[in-house]
């Protein structure tokens, strides 16, 4: 089955996109909204924000959403992502959320960031993913 051409990536409206969903963060004890677009690889957009708890650590990234929405619309995966602060900065996906945008996007995933557009590989070196699991299981199969 031939692979279909990926999708032509508008940075400017996923940034646009992820600025409009941060005004949407529930932010009442840090102040600090985040916002996530992302593109899927049959041309739809995924967003998300942030959404705090008084329990922090139930507080969930922008990126969590986004990934979240991926999966509730259908799935796939995501080619193109950036997030943004409320000052419409880019800003880089904690290391948490760059684990959950590897699986979501595997290794060709590209963000944009503040230093320009990487890969996913480029700012999440040597990731833990499914693969792993798999080899780990075929180990335990052979020592049986």
């Known amino acids: ?18 600025v409009a969903i941060s005004e949407r963060a529930y ?7 985040v916002g996530a677009a992302a593109l899927v ?9 942030n ?24 799935g796939g995966r995501l080619v193109a992502f950036l997030c ?5 900065d880019l800003i880089m996906p904690c290391g948490r959320c760059r684990q959950l945008l590897y699986e979501a996007g595997g290794p060709t995933l590209l963000l944009r960031t503040p230093e320009g557009v990487r ?18 299981q075929a180990r335990e199969g052979a020592l049986q």
């Not at 932010?27 to 909204?33: E, M």
């Not at 690889?41 to 924000?49: A, N, Y």
């Open 51 to 74: 959404v705090e708890n008084a329990s922090y650590g139930l507080t969930l990234c922008a990126e969590c959403g986004l990934v979240s929405a991926l999966h509730a619309g259908g």
């Open 1 to 18: 089955m031939p692979h279909s051409p990926e999708p032509e990536i508008d940075w400017d409206s996923l940034h646009a996109q992820a």
């Open 119 to 136: 890969t996913i590989l480029e700012v999440l070196p040597q990731p833990f993913g499914p693969h792993d699991l798999t080899a780990n």
């Open 41 to 49: 690889e049959d041309g739809r957009i995924v967003v998300g924000c």
């Open 27 to 33: 932010v009442p004890y840090s102040g600090y909204p």
């Open 84 to 88: 943004v602060n409320a000052a419409a």
